[in-house]
């Protein structure tokens, strides 16, 4: 009995965390996606800054750090890119140092959670 409730604990602290991660897939088609977001030219622009990590286990956290999966089922967002930032919910920029990934707004921060 201890041992369940160990393993009841340890799943309760574990599995809220697992969907806070950034493992994302690019759709085709506008209606398939869960969010839809425009990447803008200029990083001030931006309400997230976004770093491509090529592992799935460094996109943990909602912290910008993305990595695009090949299949949609073991995304935990699916993203379409618009062409233009007015039908975006969410306005990115991809930065080349993964230091540099970060929410510039954070009122939209609940899009990927």
């Given amino acids: 009995m201890a041992q369940l409730y160990r393993l009841t604990l340890l799943l309760l602290i574990i599995l809220p965390f697992q969907g806070y991660s950034q493992k994302v897939y690019s759709c085709n088609n506008r209606h398939d996606a869960n969010l ?13 800054l976004v770093y491509k990590v090529d592992n799935a286990y460094d996109a943990d956290g909602n912290k910008g ?3 695009f999966c090949s299949n949609s089922y073991d995304a935990t967002k699916k993203i379409w890119f618009a062409e233009n930032r007015y039908d ?10 993964r230091y540099d990934a970060g929410w510039k707004n954070k009122e939209k921060i609940h899009l990927l959670y």
């Fill in 88 to 97: 975006a919910n969410l306005l990115i920029y991809f930065v080349k140092n």
């Fill in 36 to 48: 839809i977001v425009y990447v803008v030219e200029n990083q001030y622009d931006a309400d997230l």
């Fill in 65 to 67: 750090l993305w990595y």
